[in-house]
């Protein structure tokens, strides 16, 4: 089954930020999700797979500064 790769920024205050989000397709005929579905007259509903795997989060970037939102609250706006 097709599942996608979530890429995050992770601040020091420990939230996380989307930075990148990719599909990876499993090539399987009988994935809905997947380019290679079959295309012919079928049973989908029964015979494919209707849902992705969970999704992979990936932290690829860290700073050691908090995010924007905790910024602000740490300096009073």
Do not use: W
């Amino acid at each position: 089954m097709c599942y996608k790769i979530i890429q995050y920024a992770e601040y020091s205050c420990s939230h996380q930020t989307v930075t990148r989000q990719q599909v990876v397709d499993c090539r399987k005929r009988d994935c809905r999700f997947s380019p290679s579905h079959q295309t012919g007259t079928h049973s989908c509903a029964s015979t494919c797979s209707q849902r992705m795997l969970p999704d992979q989060g990936l932290i690829m970037e860290q700073s050691s500064t908090p995010c924007p939102r905790c910024a602000g609250v740490m300096n009073g706006h």
